[in-house]
Antibody, heavy 125, light 109 residues
C-alpha cells in the first residue's frame, strides 16, 4: 500500500538546521509531487512548498523562500526538507504529503492524498 | 494571495446530527482546486473531498462537499462518534501555491 515514512523526532538549538526525510513506498516516487506542511502546537496547517521528484523542481511558499530547501533522492524514493536558521517558533510537526495533479475532462485537480505521520521538531536552547 | 476563512470556528453537535461547515475564499477559486481534510488529535490530516465535491477513496457517503466561486461547504449528514475532529479546507491558487483555512473543530455537545 502507499506509505510515507518520516524520520524521527528532532531537538535543535536556535540557529541550527534540521533535515527531515520522507521515504515513499507502494507507488512510483517520480510520478507524484511531494508537499511539506507544518503544524505548530495547537495551530492549523501551513503549506511550506513542494518538490517534483521527477525533475527536482521546487516551489516554496513565499514565507519560506531562502530558508527552506527541498530535495530528493530517487534511488531510494526519499524526499527531504531542510529548514535553516531555526527559531523557537519553528517548533512544529512537519508532514510530507503526496501531491496529486489530476486532469479529468479538461479540469485540473490539485490535492494531497497520502500523508506521513509527521516529524516533531523542537527548537529550544 | 487567496485567503480562506472557515466558519464557525467550533461546532458543537450531538451524534446523529447534521454538520454544515463553511469555507470562504477572498477571491474566486476554481472548484477543482478546493479540497477538504479531516484531522484527529495526534494524527496526520486525511483527505476527504477533492474538486469541491468528489469523495476520496474510502470516505463514507455521509460526507459531501459543494460550492463554487468563493463559497464552499462540507456537510456531514449524520455525525458518527469518529467524525468529531478538526476540518480544514485547502485551495491551490496563485503562484502554484497552496493555502489552508484555519479549520473548524466539530466537538461533542
Amino acid at each position: 500500500q502507499v506509505q510515507l515514512v518520516q524520520s524521527g523526532a528532532e531537538v535543535k538549538k536556535p540557529g541550527a538546521s534540521v533535515k527531515v526525510s520522507c521515504k515513499a513506498s507502494g507507488y512510483t516516487f517520480t510520478g507524484y509531487y511531494m508537499h511539506w506542511v507544518r503544524q505548530a502546537p495547537g495551530q492549523g496547517l501551513e503549506w511550506m512548498g513542494w518538490i517534483n521528484p521527477n525533475s527536482g523542481g521546487t516551489n516554496y511558499a513565499q514565507k519560506f523562500q531562502g530558508w527552506v530547501t527541498m530535495t530528493r533522492d530517487t534511488s531510494i524514493s526519499t524526499a527531504y526538507m531542510e529548514l535553516s536558521r531555526l527559531r523557537s517558533d519553528d517548533t512544529a510537526v512537519y508532514y510530507c504529503a503526496r501531491g496529486v495533479q489530476l486532469e479529468r475532462l479538461g479540469y485540473y485537480y490539485y490535492y494531497m492524498d497520502v500523508w506521513g505521520k509527521g516529524t516533531t521538531v523542537t527548537v529550544s536552547s | 494571495e487567496i485567503v480562506l476563512t472557515q466558519s464557525p470556528g467550533t461546532l458543537s453537535l450531538s451524534p446523529g446530527e447534521r454538520a454544515t461547515l463553511s469555507c470562504r475564499a477572498s477571491q474566486s477559486v476554481s472548484s477543482s482546486y478546493l479540497a477538504w481534510y479531516q484531522q484527529k488529535p495526534g494524527q496526520a490530516p486525511r483527505l476527504l473531498i477533492y474538486g469541491a465535491s468528489s469523495r476520496a477513496t474510502g470516505i463514507p457517503d455521509r460526507f459531501s462537499g459543494s460550492g463554487s466561486g468563493t463559497d464552499f461547504t462540507l456537510t456531514i449528514s449524520r455525525l458518527e462518534p469518529e467524525d468529531f475532529a478538526v476540518y480544514y479546507c485547502q485551495q491551490y491558487g496563485s503562484f502554484r501555491g497552496f493555502t489552508f483555512g484555519p479549520g473548524t473543530k466539530v466537538d461533542i455537545k
